[in-house]
């Protein structure tokens, strides 16, 4: 496999190259070309969309918009709500309420137009079984009027040697890395990635991550569903994170991780801690809690008293307080606050 240091085109991004070794004339920008006519329209929008199963509501008023040419990640616990969300915006599912466009066009009305214009890659591979690889692929790149080289995203994505693996007898890294070649051979002007990265070790994630970044940088528009933050952290332009069918943040990972940081501390110890005497040594006002065990936070205006305070009631408990931060939040702890729990 190349490391994700070595790029899998030195010619720009998502290049493929012609029998001779050439670069092709056309990069997946003779998709963007289409993008950029419809630069105006984002490439998704959900307004209001409402979902449920019997008497339980899946999707909840839901409302999403995907800039052209910009990766949207959506984050959630399980139950969320995310891959009916998503089912449905790739018209696999019927919404019960609410408006759904991609790429200006209705998902379940207009199925066989989009079809051609999207890539989807599935959890748990949506293969045939038997196929081989690269077979599979083939099959996929068959569909499109203009594919990217299977051979070339084989070697990309390090599936050379698996290429004619009967799909069943791969690895579970290599069916998530064939499922997103399957994805994007069709030069999509968008993808849907549904954990891409799940299950798969340190160094096959890092060139995962790159072609999907290769992706936005050839202006295809991406809708990505994580559980990893740090995945959503590198990748997103953009995160929304819901709970229970509905939304509670959106922004950049930065507006996301910046706001409020400067009135927090956070530290961690020991799970269960009796609060109330932390509580009394604080200023009026100040409020501390432990949003998931073993992690707390004070929050309040942070001056150089408030540390002094949280080390001086931890040394009179006698438990040591690790991890004391200011100013710095992660996409985690914004979840975690949110939603009370953690991604799995
Ligand atoms: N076909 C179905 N029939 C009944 N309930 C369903 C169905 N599909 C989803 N649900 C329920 O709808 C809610 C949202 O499920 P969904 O799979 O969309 O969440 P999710 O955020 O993708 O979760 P996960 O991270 O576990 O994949 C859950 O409570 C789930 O049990």
Same mark, same amino acid.
């Given at each position: 496999m190349r490391s994700a240091t070595s790029p899998p085109s030195s010619d720009g991004p998502m290049t493929d190259r012609h029998p001779d070794g050439s670069p092709a004339a056309r990069t997946s920008a003779g998709v963007t070309s289409g993008a950029s006519r419809r630069a105006a329209e984002p490439a998704l929008r959900v307004e209001g969309l409402v979902k449920s199963f019997g008497d339980r509501t899946a999707v909840d008023g839901l409302d999403l918009e995907l800039a052209p040419g910009s990766l949207l990640a959506l984050l959630g616990p399980n139950g969320a709500g995310k891959t009916t969300t998503v089912e449905i915006c790739e018209g696999f599912q019927s919404a019960d309420a609410g408006t759904v466009r991609v790429l200006g066009l209705d998902p379940r !009305?207009?199925?066989?137009? $989009?079809? !051609? !214009?999207?890539? #989807?890659? $599935? @959890?748990?591979?949506?293969?045939?079984?038997?196929?081989?690889?690269?077979?599979?692929?083939?099959?996929?790149?068959?569909?499109?009027?203009? *594919?990217?080289? *299977?051979?070339? $995203? $084989?070697?990309?994505?390090?599936? #050379?040697?698996?290429?004619?693996? *009967?799909?069943?007898?791969?690895?579970?890294? @290599? @069916? @998530? !890395?064939l499922s997103l070649a399957c994805a994007i051979v069709g030069r999509p002007e968008m993808v849907f990635l549904d954990e891409p990265t799940a299950g798969l070790d340190a160094h096959a994630r890092l060139v995962v991550w790159e072609i999907i970044d290769r992706l936005r940088g050839d202006g295809v528009s991406v809708l990505l569903t994580t559980h990893l933050m740090d995945e959503a952290e590198e990748l997103a332009d953009h995160v929304v994170i819901i709970d229970r069918g509905r939304v509670v943040a959106d922004g950049t990972p930065a507006d996301l991780t910046s706001r409020g940081a400067e009135n927090e501390l956070r530290f961690t110890a020991p799970r269960g801690l009796d609060l109330s005497l932390l509580r009394l040594a604080l200023p009026e006002g100040y409020l501390c809690s432990e949003p998931t065990p073993g992690n707390y936070l004070v929050a309040g205006a942070i001056v150089p008293q408030i540390p002094a305070t949280v080390t001086a009631w931890c040394a009179r408990i006698n438990v040591l307080a690790t991890d004391l931060r200011v100013e710095t939040r992660s996409l985690e702890d914004v979840f975690l606050d949110l939603t009370g729990r953690a991604l799995r």
């Open positions: !009305r207009e199925n066989d137009e $989009l079809r !051609r !214009r999207i890539g #989807v890659m $599935l @959890q748990g591979g949506g293969a045939y079984p038997g196929a081989r690889a690269e077979e599979m692929l083939r099959l996929c790149a068959a569909y499109s009027a203009d *594919p990217l080289d *299977p051979d070339w $995203l $084989l070697d990309a994505l390090g599936l #050379v040697d698996a290429a004619r693996t *009967p799909f069943r007898r791969l690895s579970g890294g @290599q @069916q @998530q !890395r």
